[in-house]
């Protein structure tokens, strides 16, 4: 059941939420990976999402948060995101599973007679093949501890299949699996202060019911929990000194595994898998954490978009991948980025409020589908281009930068993506031939290139300089593309194509010469940056913000 490589036993972290959801288990497992890894050991990690939906790619990001695409093209859970920033690696769908995708696998291989003719029980099978999803994962990482953080809360319907694999795979391997229990800790009192443990003592039992006990509690909080309520805890739920870590909230999600070091949660949780440290690096990240809090200079970044949603929460979490890839290129500089979240509809009223756009040293347009504020976008992508303000469009932010110049520079009035008007004369951004069968015959699903492709980047060109190379291979997520019967024309009018798909000759990234940033790409350059390792297009355009000033 567990699994066995090359003489080294794989050892399990299952990460799992008690009291309520979103308070930052998906940042606690990557950082609990980070800490794993920074001892010197190989570290993957897993999410488990208890929803019937086979991927995340059907889901609305204003409800579900960012759909994140890997490089095999898996649609998954923002979370992901989380883990490949957090360890520094690029993960594959071997690491993402929903209840949907499990039980898809084993009807599949019952109706291909895999079960040989046995009667096919929920439990054992679905656990067991959860298990294999995860030795799979691990032997395709090559990880000797797996992190696995399973969605919703303890005492939910949804995630009790997945918390029997655990108990089967502890009551099987009892060193080697250890539990992870982030649970909240409410406040009472003026002033928020009497955190009270009752709920969480709660979570405990619910997870008793069901046959686990966790060997870690993370005491989320709004403060520091201190040594009394540790005691409690402790006391009430059955744990050992030592074993309750404290989680309070923080300025900036970096401090979270250097916090949890200051519980020494890697000493509890080696000593729990019967491992012993191999070293202790988490220098290099501890130093970007302090650094953040230090740096006093900002850059101010205009995000124009539809609808944000309302309140922070929705806007960070539909494109928490943009907001990180801007934080690690301004951390990068030695800049704080101030993102301002600016609504593209109002520029389509009236194009006063275009002149505000100054007061920013750059603006950004992210990834999007449909009509709603595309026009006001465009104006905002013009005002960026005539006013030398540096611009970055990505994805959909790059096909509208393509439809500007089309119409303002090359003269095609009414150029368009026919993804808005189907009619339009000049196509600039069409679909390609094969997927307008798709589409035809209601096949949404493989009409998106996705995940990911490889591009070449031409010589001379701003992208090139930044990457510093010719080949790279950036990840996808759209239908259409760059029209290439309007790729001589748009050239000759000055539009520089600087990567291209080298297999099926598509446009990747466009800019401009003569500006001080003026790029977008085709691809989404975000879900490839990590905070020590940030973007070189991220970076090139905060350069250019800086400078600009
Ligand atoms: N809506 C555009 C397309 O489908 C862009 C998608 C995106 O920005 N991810 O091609």
Not at 70 to 85: A, P, S, W
Not at 355 to 371: A, C, E, H, Q, T
Request: net charge positive; aromatic share 8%.
């Amino acid at each position: 059941m567990a699994n066995k490589k090359q003489g080294k036993q794989v050892k399990y972290i299952f990460v799992v939420g008690g009291v309520m959801s979103g308070v930052g288990k998906g940042v606690a497992a990557a950082s609990i990976g980070r800490i794993m890894q920074s001892c010197g050991f190989s570290t993957t990690a897993i999410k488990i999402d208890p929803y019937v939906n086979v991927d995340a790619g059907t889901m609305n990001p204003t409800e579900h948060g960012e759909v994140f695409v890997l490089d095999d093209g898996m649609e998954c859970d923002q979370d992901m995101g989380n883990y490949e920033r957090f360890l520094n690696t690029s993960l594959s769908s071997a690491n993402y599973m929903t209840t949907g995708s499990v039980y898809l696998s084993v009807i599949k291989k019952e109706r291909s007679g895999g079960y040989h003719g046995k009667q096919v029980e929920v439990v054992p099978r679905i656990p067991l093949e959860v298990i294999d999803r995860i030795n799979r994962a691990a032997e395709k990482e090559k990880a000797q501890i797996v992190v696995i953080e399973i969605g919703g809360t303890v005492g939910e319907y949804e995630n009790l299949l997945f918390l029997e694999a655990i108990r089967l795979l502890k009551l099987k391997h009892p060193t080697d699996v250890a539990v992870v229990l982030v649970s909240f800790i409410p406040a009472l009192g003026a002033g928020g202060t009497e955190l009270k443990t009752k709920p969480t003592q709660h979570a405990v039992r619910n997870l008793n019911s069901v046959g686990i006990h966790p060997d870690i509690i993370l005491g989320r909080a709004g403060v520091p929990l201190d040594q009394k309520r540790k005691e409690k805890i402790q006391f009430m739920c059955g744990m050992q000194a030592g074993d309750v870590i404290s989680a309070p909230n923080v300025e900036s999600i970096y401090d979270v595994p250097v916090n949890f070091e200051k519980d020494k949660i890697s000493e509890r949780l080696l000593e729990k898998l019967a491992l012993r440290a191999r070293k202790r690096d988490l220098h290099e990240w501890s130093r970007l954490a302090k650094a953040v809090k230090t740096m006093k200079k900002t850059v101010k970044i205009g995000m124009v978009g539809k609808y944000f949603g309302s309140g922070d929460f929705v806007l960070t979490d539909s494109y928490i991948s943009v907001i990180e890839a801007v934080k690690h290129a301004a951390y990068s500089c030695g800049r704080k980025p101030v993102i301002e979240w600016l609504e593209s509809e109002q520029y389509e009223k009236s194009k006063s409020g275009l002149k505000k756009l100054k007061r920013f040293d750059g603006v950004i347009i992210p990834g999007g589908f449909g009509s709603r504020g595309v026009e006001g976008k465009i104006r905002a992508i013009e005002f960026c281009r005539v006013n030398r303000l540096p611009y970055f469009g990505l994805c959909y932010g790059m096909q509208l930068a393509t439809i500007e110049f089309a119409r303002h520079v090359a003269g095609l009035a009414g150029a368009h993506t026919t993804e808005i008007d189907s009619k339009t004369k000049y196509p600039v951004i069409d679909l390609m031939p094969e997927q307008k069968v798709l589409l035809k015959e209601n096949r949404f699903g493989g009409s998106m290139r996705l995940g990911a492709y490889d591009c070449r980047l031409v010589k001379g060109t701003r992208a090139r300089a930044a990457y510093g190379r010719e080949a790279i291979s950036e990840r996808h997520r759209h239908r259409y593309e760059f029209n290439n019967q309007y790729r001589e024309l748009l050239t000759k009018k000055g539009l520089v194509i600087s990567g291209v798909n080298p297999e099926r000759d598509l446009v990747e990234i466009i800019e401009l010469k003569d500006h001080p940033f003026f790029l977008g790409t085709q691809f989404h350059p975000e879900f490839k940056s990590r905070p020590l390792n940030p973007h070189p297009l991220f970076v090139e355009f905060i350069k250019a913000c800086i400078k600009g000033k």
